[in-house]
């Protein structure tokens, strides 16, 4: 099958290609490289060296005698991704080609804007180029989780059948965004449902968790060929930064009370559903909506796992309690369905299983890059960002 990941040089994107590259299907990628941009703006490099794409792609072929090219392009030129698309004609298409950071999006009035003109625009622009030359191609689109927000009623995938004055429908699941970015892809969300209803493109849309984990077989098969592990505010997540903390010996920084739940799934697992959906395609004009995390931890719940696992590296990590810098309900109801990739045949790698030797342990081999000044937040939600960001950007 021949397949297109866009974001192919970023933290999913990458070991995605190779993945797919390692299963016999023809793979090519593309990426602008803008994250690494944003990165050295930031000043929040990844804490284990990333080599460039070029320098990657060459070493795959080296390794593993497998093959991906590779595209240099933004997908907000039109002419572009229509290029791209009538020469490699795509079976499938991959997008993790966005810019990925929520508090990225909350940073100030520029950022924002960027955010959402960049994915939305990149999105529309990957839908009009399929339109014209790749109709048959399958769209694998990545959303999150946090397009639903955190409803007192069970989340369903996607949609949601609705009884109301005696009459019956089943309509999008209904969307309370947390951020900038999280409404950007919201906006995806519904631009590519209509996209398909009118001119029958097929779309999975993978309302993802947050990702953990920095080793995949492919990754393991040459230490050169890592995918990029952040632990700063903006591109990191909690996961990431408590486990930093611990090796660092920093306290685990917790948000507000640590009330707040969210879905998690290991990265092995987030390349198994890109490989499930792309081999359980939908029918021609549908759109579909897959769930994909594994376990649900509160914040604090995070923070204790790794302060468990810890221990049994002879690490004592504390945890401590922050004003929390978003505006998120701290203690709520969660219960989101994710079923359908289960279904589909998705066996899930459990955190307690895999975080020593696919996290703390790599991180304890990097631990002279740790940079304590970039973990405590900067971006407030409610404003005040742009003047903390800059105090931090220049560290």
């Not at 993945?19 to 050295?40: I, T």
């Not at 109709?135 to 059948?161: C, Q, R, S």
């Not at 004055?165 to 209509?194: C, E």
């Not at 995390?293 to 995070?302: D, H, K, N």
Request: hydrophobic share 40%.
């Amino acid at each position: 099958m021949r397949i297109l990941v866009l974001g192919g040089d970023g933290y999913l994107g990458w070991p995605t290609a190779m993945y797919l590259s390692a299963r016999d299907h023809e793979v090519a990628v593309l990426d602008n490289f803008s994250k690494r941009g944003w990165e050295l703006e930031l000043n929040a490099e990844p804490l284990i060296p990333v080599s460039t794409l070029r320098n990657r792609v060459r070493l795959w072929k080296e390794v593993t005698g497998h093959s991906i090219s590779y595209y240099v392009g933004d997908l907000c030129e039109y002419d572009l991704v229509r290029d791209v698309l009538r020469d490699f004609q795509p079976d499938a298409i991959v997008h993790f080609g966005e810019q990925p950071s929520a508090p990225f999006s909350m940073i100030d009035q520029r950022r924002c804007i960027m955010t959402q003109v960049n994915n939305i625009t990149g999105t529309l622009n990957l839908l009009w180029a399929m339109r014209e030359h790749a109709p048959a191609a399958h769209l694998v689109k990545l959303g999150t989780m946090g397009e639903y927000g955190t409803p007192n009623i069970d989340i369903e995938e996607g949609f949601i059948e609705i009884e109301y004055k005696g009459r019956k429908d089943v309509l999008p699941y209904p969307k309370q965004a947390g951020s900038f970015y999280h409404l950007s892809k919201v906006h995806d969300s519904h631009n590519i449902t209509f996209a398909c209803k009118v001119w029958k493109l097929r779309s999975t849309d993978l309302h993802q968790g947050v990702v953990y984990g920095l080793a995949t077989d492919e990754t393991e098969l040459d230490e050169r060929l890592a995918t990029s592990f952040h632990y700063d505010e903006v591109f990191g997540t909690a996961l990431n930064r408590f486990c930093v903390q611990a090796i660092a010996g920093v306290p685990l920084t917790v948000y507000g009370k640590g009330g707040q739940t969210r879905g998690f799934l290991n990265i092995r697992d987030t390349l198994r559903c890109v490989e499930l959906s792309i081999l359980n395609p939908p029918k021609a004009g549908e759109y579909r909506a897959f769930n994909q995390f594994t376990q649900m931890f509160s914040v604090l719940e995070l923070a204790e796992t790794v302060q468990h696992q810890a221990q049994k590296l002879g690490i004592r990590a504390m945890i401590n309690h922050l004003p929390n810098p978003r505006v998120e309900a701290e203690e709520h109801y969660y219960n989101p369905r994710h079923q359908k990739l289960l279904d589909l045949g998705l066996q899930p790698h459990m955190l307690s299983d895999v975080l020593i030797d696919s996290m703390l342990g790599i991180i304890r081999d990097h631990a002279h890059r740790i940079r304590r000044e970039v973990i405590l937040p900067h971006v407030q939600w409610n404003g005040a960002s742009e003047t903390a960001v800059k105090a931090y950007a220049s560290v």
